[in-house]
Structures are given as structure tokens and as C-alpha cells.
């Protein structure tokens, strides 16, 4: 009974070479978010959908890209990748309301080699 | 903007014993104040949350946490801690509305010796 689910749990992918990662919900949730987590570090917000509108942090490189074709699911997009790329990337939702509990999925562990 | 302080990095706890994580928040207004908690290599799992009302919320295995607008604190507390707690803890804030996002901690690892 999943509710986020992320696919893969683990990626490796080479370093310049593009990779999505993927991410589907089954809350119907208005609000989906990509965090970044790197080793022994706090989550950080990327980028967020809010229904179809896209919200992009300030901080968050050109080379992180995303994509919600429909309400269910959102890509993660890194066009290319360098070694400071490697972390866990989280994805997670959340209703429309104030302060509303976001749902995490379990995570997709992105190694560059 | 918002920031989230947790100045321990690291807390061992003899297992049956006490527990007490701090979290201080800084924020204009009343925030929206979270601990979330996360096991190796896992995501993040929602332990309590912290609208408004009652500032005493209980959570899910027996957590609670506490907020102190005079101390900007929303401090996470357990009676008695299990082997099984034992993760990485997250205290984060939201400036309210769902498309905000969260504003998290840098984590307080919580060791539990048998």
C-alpha cells in the first residue's frame, strides 16, 4: 500500500550521461516536490509542482530539470551529471492546504561513476 | 526566510532511558513545525506536526514535542527509548501553505546503547 513510490532504489549512472529518475503517487495529491540529500546532510528542496504550475528553487542548478505529465506522476531529470550529483533524491507530496503533511517516498540513491 | 537549528549532531541513549532532541526555528510568524524521522538509507516518516492550539502534540511511538514560541523551540521528547529508535532525526518548518515545501535541520543522529 505504497503511496509514494520511487523507482529506481538505486541508480548509476555514468558521469555526463543523462538520467531520470522517477517518482508516482497514489494520494491524487496536488503538490509534488524533489528534494536533493546528500551524505549526512539535511534534505533540499529542488523544485516543487503545484498542480501543472512549476516552482524552481533559486539555488537549484540548470542541470536538475523536471516533469509532471499528469497528476500521478514527476520526473527528475539530470541532464549531466557530475560527481557532486551523488545523493539520495527524495520525492514527496502533499495537499493544497496550509502546512499539510507531506508523504515521502523512500528515496532513489544516485551514484556517479 | 525560514531556518531550522538542531545543535546536536549526534545523542547516545541508554535504551529504556530518556530522550530529548532540541529544534529551534526561526520565522517571522507562527510556523509550521515537523519532526520527521529517517532510518538508513529510507525516506522520511512524519513522527508529529505542530499547527496551532495545544502546543503539547503527541505523536506516532509514543514521541511528543513540545513548542515555546518565547523560545523559538519545538523540542522532540521520548520517555523511554527502544533499540528500534535508533535513526536520523529531522526537525523541519513550513511557512505555511502546502506548495511551500520544508525547510529542514541538519539532522541529530540518535544512537540507543543496549
Known amino acids: 500500500d505504497a503511496m509514494v513510490i520511487q523507482n529506481p532504489r538505486y541508480q548509476v549512472t555514468q558521469f555526463g550521461k543523462p538520467v531520470t529518475l522517477s517518482c508516482s503517487q497514489t494520494l491524487n495529491h496536488n503538490v509534488m516536490y524533489w528534494y536533493q540529500q546528500k551524505s549526512s546532510q539535511a534534505p533540499k528542496l529542488l523544485f516543487h509542482y503545484y498542480d501543472k504550475d512549476f516552482n524552481n528553487e533559486a539555488d537549484t542548478p540548470d542541470n536538475f530539470q523536471s516533469r509532471r505529465p499528469n497528476t500521478s506522476f514527476c520526473f527528475l531529470d539530470i541532464r549531466s551529471p557530475g560527481l557532486g550529483d551523488a545523493a539520495m533524491y527524495l520525492c514527496a507530496t502533499s495537499g493544497p492546504g496550509a502546512g499539510t503533511e507531506a508523504f515521502f517516498g523512500q528515496g532513489t540513491r544516485l551514484t556517479v561513476v | 526566510a525560514q531556518s531550522v537549528t538542531q545543535p546536536d549532531i549526534h545523542i547516545t541513549v541508554s535504551e529504556g532511558a530518556s530522550l530529548e532532541l532540541r529544534c529551534n526555528y526561526s520565522y517571522g510568524a507562527t510556523p509550521y513545525l515537523f519532526w520527521y524521522v529517517q532510518s538508513p538509507g529510507q525516506g522520511l516518516q512524519l513522527l508529529l506536526k505542530?499547527?496551532?492550539?495545544?502546543?503539547l502534540v503527541q505523536g506516532i511511538k509514543g514521541f511528543e514535542a513540545e513548542f515555546k514560541r518565547s523560545q523559538s523551540s519545538f523540542n522532540l521528547r521520548k520517555p523511554s527509548v527502544h533499540w528500534s529508535d535508533a535513526a536520523e532525526y529531522f526537525c523541519?518548518?513550513?511557512?505555511?501553505?502546502?506548495?511551500?515545501?520544508?525547510?529542514f535541520g541538519k539532522g541529530t543522529h540518535l544512537i540507543i546503547q543496549p
Open positions: 505542530y499547527f496551532s492550539g495545544d502546543t
Open positions: 523541519a518548518v513550513s511557512a505555511g501553505g502546502g506548495a511551500d515545501g520544508l525547510t
